[in-house]
């Protein structure tokens, strides 16, 4: 149950940190965002399973999906201003 969580709060994360970090490199589709989201979730739990922030098992809430969605997206529109 944990995994399909985080896939939820992840594809919330994504249009919110779409809305956080607009610009023209960013990706303009709605499921490239929202996959965006998931990988930024994904990243803010194994982040924060590493750091000690969350158990084993346990995923990233809301504020820290966001928080990866938002350096995914960044690091996104960055390799795509540099392509």
């Given at each position: 149950m944990g995994i399909i969580w985080t896939i939820i709060i992840g594809l919330i994360a994504g249009i919110v940190a779409k809305?956080?970090?607009p610009g023209r490199n960013?990706?303009?589709?709605f499921v490239l965002t929202a996959l965006l989201?998931?990988?930024?979730?994904?990243?803010?739990t194994f982040l924060?399973?590493?750091v000690g922030w969350y158990q084993p098992g346990e995923g990233a809430?809301?504020?820290g999906a966001i928080v990866g969605a938002v350096i995914i997206?960044?690091?996104w529109g960055f390799a795509a201003r540099r392509a």
């Open positions: 809305f956080i970090v960013e990706p303009s589709g989201g998931v990988v930024g979730a994904f990243l803010a924060g399973q590493a809430g809301l504020i997206l960044a690091v």
